[in-house]
Structures are given as structure tokens and as C-alpha cells.
């Protein structure tokens, strides 16, 4: 087990200090860790020169260890006691006050080929990952952190209990790679479930066929909607049992296959044959 530094810069002495003033953390967990902070960047593959977004810095642990190896930051902060900090810690850091969740990336992040590395609050993290990748040429890279099981769900392959909707829309956008578990004890306040962290490498286009990603994207949510029932009952209550019928014949998908059978190759075809 890595031991756990503390200093005038550990996190929990400095949540100790802002503690009059601190409001609602917005579901986030602090790293303790430097050694989970070092494998982080290692594993980010981020390098001198690289621009990076990091939602939710907190106080700035992993901010330093991205600015250590000559990387361009801008971190995102929400909550302002935090970001006030920082400001304070970081005076020359790029800080945005604002909700992660509702940035336009393809704006923010100019010219493209950005890369995002975040210990991500538990409550947006989801969102934020999928945001970003939808926001075409705007990140070549993704690496985060979130909790284990949605972690796994993203990696997750067809005929698996994790396999699901996410883990198709992020498969034909990018390129997981599973980094390393992170244990509740490296965090303060520790949280209820163990973390992980995947880096995301994104693919040029959306591998979505010849329909837009947001059919493709509406067909694949219909298929897992009732995840107990056929692609066929699933998908007839999305588009009707006739068209539904239709689909999977042209698509060459047997309709009484569950989704969570079904690859992303699957879904492309079936995409294309419930596509206007």
C-alpha cells in the first residue's frame, strides 16, 4: 500500500483551513495520494506543451502534478471557496468558475486536440465524459476519474452484466484503456465505493455509420431501455413493433436477442435501417 503524504499542502489540513467558509462540496472526494496522482498523469500520457481541461481541481493535487510535467491547464471549478483558493495557491492557473456540465467544449477548447485529465465529482461524471466526447475534434484523449462500476461499464463488452448503453456510445467514439482501482482510503472524506480510473482515447469521427450519432445514440438508449425484454419489444416501443420488426430483418439481427447481446456493429446496422 502507498504510503500517504501529509503536508502544509495535503488536502484534508487544507480542508481543515477553509472549513468556516467551505459550502457543499458537490459530491467530490479529495485525493490524499501523490503516488494515485502520479500514475494519473502517467497514465493521461500527458506531456509538456499539452493543453489539458481538469474539471472539479479542488485543491489543486493533481493541478500540480499536470503543470509539473509542462502541461497548459485550464481547470474548471464550481464551487467558489474552492475556486477562490486556488486563485490564491495558483495565481497563474487558467480557472474557469463555472458548472462543468454545461460548457460547450468544441468553444472552450480552441483549435482542438485538447486533453482532459479529472478526478471527476461522482454526481456530474457520466455527463461530463460524454460531453466530451461528443464534442467532435475538441480532445484527443479523455483520462478520468469515477466510480468503479461505471468504470467497468464503460469498458464493459457485449454479453456482460456491465455492458449497456454507455458502454456502446463510448465504444464507437473512442478506445478505453483501464488505468488502475483506486481504494476509498486515498481520499478524504472517503467515499462509499471503490474508484477507478480509464483513459479514453478518442477516435477521429464517431464510428456511427451513416447515420448521425444522435440517432445513433437513440436507437442504442431504446435498445437497453427495458433491458429484460427482446430488441424487439424494446425497440417497437421507441419506433413501433412494425418498423421495429422491419429493422431487425434488414439489419440481419435476430429479434429475440436482448441488447446487452448486441455489438456496436449491430447497432450501426440497425441504426441505419431505423434511420429516416
Known sequence: M???????????????????????RFGQHFLVDRGVVDRIVRGSRVAAGDRVVEVGPGLGVLTRALLGVGAEVTAIELDRDLAAFLRRDLPDLALIETDAAKVRWAELCEGGGWKMVSNLPYNVGTTVVMSALRAR????????????????????????????????????????TFLLSVPPDRFHPRPKVDSAVVRLDVLPEPQVGSVTPEHFDRVVRAGFSQRRKTL???????????????????????????????DADGFRRLAAALSD
Open 2 to 24: 502507498a504510503a500517504v503524504t501529509r503536508d502544509a499542502t495535503d488536502p484534508r489540513a487544507l480542508l481543515a483551513s477553509l472549513e468556516q467558509t467551505a459550502r457543499k
Open 232 to 262: 424487439l419489444n424494446a425497440l417497437g416501443a421507441a419506433f413501433g413493433r412494425e418498423r421495429a420488426g422491419q429493422a431487425l430483418a434488414a439489419a440481419d439481427v435476430d429479434p429475440g436477442l436482448r441488447a446487452e447481446r448486441l
Open 137 to 176: 475534434g475538441a480532445f484527443t484523449s479523455v483520462t478520468v476519474m469515477l466510480q468503479r462500476e461505471v468504470v467497468e461499464r464503460i469498458c464493459a463488452g457485449p454479453g456482460t452484466s456491465a455492458y449497456g448503453a454507455l458502454s456502446v456510445e463510448v465504444a464507437v467514439r473512442a478506445v478505453p
